[in-house]
């Protein structure tokens, strides 16, 4: 039943994290530095908290009773995952939307599943998933099938997008559906798509630097609810201080973008409609925030070992191919091209079906 539910609970937060472009559509007369920063502060700065408040009693003295050095490095982690996620347009612009993609996401599977469990084979700590368990064990060897399985299913989906792009000869969009103008230098966008996948997958890396705090959480609420498994929410305390990392990359380079752009009159912009934009670019904030929520929920039924990330990610990549096909990115493309997305999106699901399995073996 774990299983289930925390399958269950990452395909929610793989469905907000695939949506959450779409408010943005609705923004007029912004420059992306404006809208991605209004929403930001919401997805960074005030809904976690909030989230937090909501269901940790006190979750600001856990945080302020945690050594500085965990906090030091689940800082640290925010920081370098938000260089990862601004590098992956530089990666798509590069290579094209599809390659670029494929490559960043699939980079960022790889390393955020299979990295922490590596190191829990270096040093062992209890109820950690270790590699060498993967390896030795019919359920680890099932989860890992499930990756590669998912990996193969980003290669196709990329060949579709790489397709679409050829057959409409025009930037495509990425996976959130934001537009991209593509300028294709294959070794410096293969070197920018390492970067980023790699430093993308430190949002895990972050969840796991982070841990003790979760883990105090986690104590507290079993104290005061015996016998009834491990708290949903632990790592919504966890959240608040990844984030603050994040929000800091964002807001420094969105601000750099507004002065050398000139728009910062944006924001009080009266020829604009100030108060649909405000409240589109926070709608899409706070559902990009909710990929987290509902993944700690999930994390809580399945651990934050490999097959969380790998479900996290698979729904992700599911939910924005999904978009695409049903506000038409798709139209005007070759019946193969269109066959061969549709063929990538199933791979995934299989991916999916094999993760949940190896996690009801566990």
Not at 145 to 151: I, P, Y
Not at 168 to 179: E, F, I, N, R, S
Request: glycine residues 14%; charged residues 10%.
């Amino acid at each position: 039943m774990n299983a289930i539910l925390g399958v269950i609970f990452h395909f929610l937060g793989g469905f907000a994290s695939g949506s959450f472009y779409i408010p943005y559509k609705k923004v007029k007369g912004w420059a992306w530095e404006s809208y991605w920063i209004v929403g930001g502060l919401f997805s960074w700065l005030i809904v976690p908290p909030l989230a937090a408040w909501l269901t940790i009693p006190n979750f600001s003295q856990i945080i302020s009773e945690t050594g500085g050095s965990v906090i030091g490095y689940t800082f640290l982690f925010g920081i370098l995952w938000g260089i990862g996620g601004l590098t992956y347009g530089l990666g798509v612009r590069y290579l094209g939307v599809s390659l670029g993609s494929s490559i960043i996401l699939g980079l960022c599977m790889v390393f955020g599943s299979l990295i922490p469990s590596i190191y829990y084979d270096l040093f062992p700590a209890e109820g950690k998933d270790t590699f060498s368990a993967l390896i030795g064990t019919n359920w680890g060897l099932t989860v890992l099938l499930g990756l590669a399985v998912c990996v193969a299913g980003i290669v196709i989906c990329g060949k579709a997008g790489t397709r679409k792009e050829k057959e409409l000869a025009k930037g495509g969009t990425d996976p959130h559906g934001a537009v991209v103008k593509t300028e294709y230098k294959f070794g410096l966008g293969l070197a920018v798509s390492i970067i980023s996948g790699v430093l993308s997958a430190c949002f895990n890396f972050g969840l796991e630097a982070g841990k003790p705090m979760a883990e105090v959480a986690n104590k507290l609420w079993q104290n005061a609810n015996p016998g009834q498994g491990n708290f949903l929410y632990m790592n919504n305390v966890t959240y608040v201080v990844i984030l603050w990392g994040g929000l800091t990359t964002n807001f420094i380079w969105c601000m750099i973008l507004n002065a050398r752009n000139k728009t910062f009159g944006d924001y009080t912009n009266k020829k604009t409609p100030l108060l649909s934009n405000y409240i589109f670019a926070a709608l899409a904030g706070t559902t990009w925030f909710l990929q987290f929520f509902f993944y700690g929920m999930g994390e809580s039924k399945l651990g934050n070992g490999p097959s969380s990330w790998i479900l996290h990610m698979a729904f992700i990549i599911l939910t924005a191919n999904a978009w695409g096909l049903i506000l038409k990115e798709w139209a005007g493309v070759s019946k193969k091209t269109k066959t061969t997305v549709i063929i990538g999106i199933l791979t995934i699901i299989v991916s999916v079906l094999l993760v949940g399995y190896g996690n009801s073996l566990k």
